[in-house]
């Protein structure tokens, strides 16, 4: 019956949606997928799995993605138009969306973006950044809150980051810009010209201390509040 069902309205689209859902996940299970609770995950028409791989809950699949056997795929994570290869880790909170390719046991952890780019084998990037246009090297290191720039307002331009590069946490690589295989950026930089194979680049203001501001400032304020009260 279920095969010339009819979804003429939106009540009945997801009524053959659940239908379809039900299937696939079958499918999957039978192929040697894991999935812990998988009525939790979504999957497209084109959606390709290898056996081995282990899905978590609370994943979705949008059209167009592939993923090797041994891959993992942590909960809540939203993959498009992505490639992940054997043994990479993605997730939990994790987004590819198209041209996304996760190379061979690399690491892609929480709240992590990834769209039109190619993170080589055992790269890693684990927290909280966007890789937009470009590519990444085998054995490389993200650091946390990096953000390639990839777009003026106009066009967009790539990032590179070279084999075994490590990028300091909280580092804009601001594109077109290339990091060299085994280079290192300080943590906070703002990367807007190519560094060299081997080389640390950094930009940052020196830091200056004053001492006693602080114990000043509070001193000031707590008058100065105790005065708008009245005393």
């Known amino acids: 019956e279920s095969a010339v069902m009819g979804a003429d309205t939106p009540m009945q689209l997801a009524q053959a949606e659940a239908v379809f859902q039900a299937r696939r996940r079958e ?3 039978a192929q040697g997928v894991a999935m812990t609770a998988p009525e939790t995950v979504f999957f497209a028409w084109d959606t390709q799995v290898g056996p081995g791989a282990a899905i978590e809950p609370y994943v979705v699949f949008a059209p167009g993605v592939q993923v090797a056997s041994g891959a993992v795929i942590r909960a809540f994570s939203h993959l498009e138009g992505a490639v992940v290869e054997a043994g990479a ?5 994790a987004r590819l969306r198209p041209g996304a390719v996760i190379g061979p046991d690399a690491h ?12 080589g084998a055992g790269a890693k990037a684990n927290h909280l950044s966007y890789l937009g246009d470009g590519s990444v090297g085998a054995g490389a290191n993200i650091g946390a809150g990096t953000i390639f720039c990839n777009y003026d307002g106009f066009f967009k331009y790539e990032t590179h980051v070279g084999e075994n590069a490590f990028v300091g946490s909280n580092t804009a690589l601001v594109a077109p810009v290339r990091v060299g295989a085994g280079a290192y950026t300080g943590s906070g930089s ?15 203001s020196p830091q200056a201390e004053k001492p006693g501001w602080a114990a000043r400032f509070r001193e000031a304020m707590g008058a100065k509040k105790k005065a708008a009260k009245g005393g």
Do not use: H, M, S, W
């Open 27 to 29: 499918f999957f299970l």
């Open 89 to 93: 880790l993605v997730g939990p909170y």
């Open 108 to 119: 892609i952890g929480n709240f992590v973006e990834v769209k039109n780019v190619t993170v």
């Open 190 to 204: 703002v990367i807007t010209r190519d560094v060299a194979a081997d080389a640390l680049a950094l930009e940052r």
